[in-house]
């Protein structure tokens, strides 16, 4: 799953040079190594929900959404949610009835006011079978059908924790900085990202670059340090 912090940071400074944009000293490529990874992270979370809101096309959005979940996977997990209100810390995503050993609804989010004239109206009541949530505060909902509130068996997607820092260690060898894997902290993102990396990397260090001729850089370089690693 991990992006190899040396791949990037060689491919970085490699299509650097190219462009004869000068040298990015391994304290710069950390910081935006880490900025990079943030931003990519966040936009997991971001395009999950949108891809969930265009639930008329799910059957079009299904690999898309189980990619990203993929990404996730090391974040991801169902909570309970306690008393049937209180959500657990991070980032909440569907929230789910339980019913039995095997049967998990997503319920769908409304606004208190349609709970308040669904129950009040015997017409509304009737066609009231599913359940349904409102939020009630910060990390507070509520869950009801036509027979009340609901307490028991809620529970929710949960997205706790970041990706761990990344870092290129290095020792000075003849002046220059020489890689340390022992001192440093690959990227904690799927493998799919690296060439993203590099991009962002590159443009936080105000390296402006075409991402066609980009892609084709970080792909040579790639390639050439995978035939370099596997002699």
Known sequence: MAVSIDTVYQTVQALANKEQRGYITPQEFNLFAYQAQD??????????????AQRPQKHQLGDTVT???EKLSGWYSIQN???????????????????????????????PDTVSDLLASKFHKRGFSDAVYFDDGYKKIQVWDKLGQIAYGITCEAV?????????????????PTYNADASQDFQLHRSEQTDLVIKILKLAGISIEDQQLYQGAQAEDSLNTQQENK
């Open 39 to 52: 931003d990519i992270f966040e936009q997991y979370l971001y395009d999950l929900e949108a891809m969930r």
């Open 67 to 69: 990619h990203i979940m």
């Open 81 to 111: 949610v306690v008393g049937g209100t209180n959500l657990p810390s991070g980032h909440i995503g569907e929230i789910f009835l339980n019913q039995g050993t095997s049967i998990r609804r997503a319920l769908k989010p409304v606004s």
């Open 160 to 176: 706790q924790g970041r990706p761990i820092l990344p870092y290129w260690g290095y020792i000075v060898v003849n002046e220059k």
